[in-house]
């Protein structure tokens, strides 16, 4: 999303400015034709992890370049870019909204007590206090951080042993990938049972437009790890609209207005129930899946929505019935040596898009959504066609690594 966003508000004729604490982040990691942040019309250094020393400096800013809106692809700063946005008088979600959707405990409380179906859960810092929830609740249970994302420390844990171990590891991670002190507290929930959904959505002006709903491939029990999306999922309609409203009543509980919005659903026995709500675009590509079978472009949407624009939901006709993307997730620890399988991929005329890691990359199992070794993207002119066809491409790929040539 760092790349789609800024390419998008480019192509809708505007301009951006960039305010980042860490420059040399995006210049490390600039693809060969320059990441395009780096194409902003301003560069400011700031500390970004200091909301009560920023928002002074952006307002000076404001008063030298005029800003019409503010936004992050980044879950960490989805907070702080409400405050931004309050302060300045600009568009988008409120910060007690924000602030709510991004807190995994204050989702619950918030639209638990709205009546959205969701797990039964529990909330503390101490690994005796979680242990009795969890007898309380009953094993299998899931034990989460409130406030990192990629599915980074979520597991089920089976008992009382495998629950402390789960809560110290996250403890171990004081700090989030961002350079913020994370919260003590950890969520202890209900395990539930059934395959995941995400429904895309746009809110402006209260109202909510579903985009769609996508199906999630969820693997590498105990952990959770997404292994394959497919836009859109292959849903009986009526089903489809049960989930959509789960997802709708979340936005509404949490008071969500003027954004994009990701939510996660658990289809249960007992029917949909919430996991979680992201007030942004989804990661993992889902907003080109979404793209290429709609026309509409959720990047350019969210940009929309961060200036006030009410965006173009339309669509147009793409001749694209479903879309998918698979990924290819490691299963052992080495150096990697090399990936094969992929030599027709260029002549597929499936294939959208793929990429495939480069050799001398160190790898651990995952244990998260942040360390694929490789993803393809496939489109087929069949509503449900294409998860199946991106699964099979990434099943095909042999991993080598070098220090003892076993392939994963």
């Known amino acids: 999303m760092s790349t789609l ?6 192509e809708q004729g505007d301009r951006f400015s960039f305010l980042t604490r860490d420059l040399r982040h995006y210049l490390r990691a600039t693809p060969s034709a320059g990441h395009p942040l780096l194409g902003a019309a301003n560069i400011v250094t700031a500390e970004t992890n200091d909301e009560a020393g920023l928002l002074p400096r952006v307002q000076l800013l404001h008063g030298a370049l005029a800003f019409d809106g503010v936004m992050s692809s980044c879950d960490y700063y989805l907070p702080t870019v409400a405050a931004v946005a309050a302060e300045l008088g600009l568009p988008g979600p409120s910060r007690e909204a924000v602030a709510a959707a991004c807190d995994k405990a204050r989702t619950r409380r918030i639209c638990g007590a709205a009546g959205v179906p969701g797990p039964e859960f529990a909330l503390a810092a101490d690994s005796d206090e979680l242990i009795d929830a969890a007898d309380r609740i009953g094993y299998p249970v899931v034990v989460k951080p409130v406030d990192l994302c990629g599915g980074m420390f979520v597991r089920r844990v089976n008992d009382a042993v495998e629950l402390r171990a789960a809560v110290a590891e996250i403890a171990g991670f004081p700090v989030n990938a961002r350079g913020q002190a994370r919260s003590a507290d950890v969520l202890v929930e209900e395990c539930l049972t059934g395959p995941e959904f995400s429904v895309e959505t746009v809110t402006f002006g209260g109202d909510t437009t579903v985009i769609g709903v996508t ?3 969820v693997v590498g029990a105990p952990w959770f790890i997404e292994a394959g999306h ?4 292959a849903l009986d309609p009526e089903l489809e609209t ?9 936005i509404a509980a949490l008071g969500l ?4 919005a990701h939510t996660e659903i658990k289809l249960t026995a007992g029917g949909p129930r919430l996991v979680e709500v992201n007030p942004r675009p989804a990661g993992n590509r889902i907003t080109e899946l979404v793209r290429r079978v709609t026309g509409i472009d959720l990047a350019a949407v969210y940009a929309d929505l961060a200036l006030g624009r009410e965006p173009d939901l339309r669509g147009a006709p793409t001749g694209v019935g479903s879309a998918a993307i698979a990924f290819l997730v490691p299963e052992a620890a080495g150096v990697l040596g ?5 030599r027709d991929w260029p002549l597929d005329s499936r294939i959208v898009d793929y990429d495939l890691a480069a050799p001398g990359r160190r790898v651990r199992p995952a244990n998260d959504n942040n360390g694929y070794l490789a993803h393809v993207m496939v489109v087929d002119e069949k509503p449900g066609a294409a998860a199946e066809s991106a699964r099979a491409l990434i099943d095909s790929l042999r991993v080598v690594y070098s220090h003892d040539e076993v392939s994963a």
């Open 5 to 10: 966003l800024p390419q998008a508000i480019q």
């Open 215 to 217: 199906d999630k491939q």
């Open 230 to 233: 497919m836009f859109p999922a």
């Open 242 to 250: 049960r989930i959509a409203e789960v997802a709708c009543a979340a």
């Open 257 to 260: 207005d003027d954004t994009v």
């Open 338 to 342: 090399g990936i094969t399988g992929a």
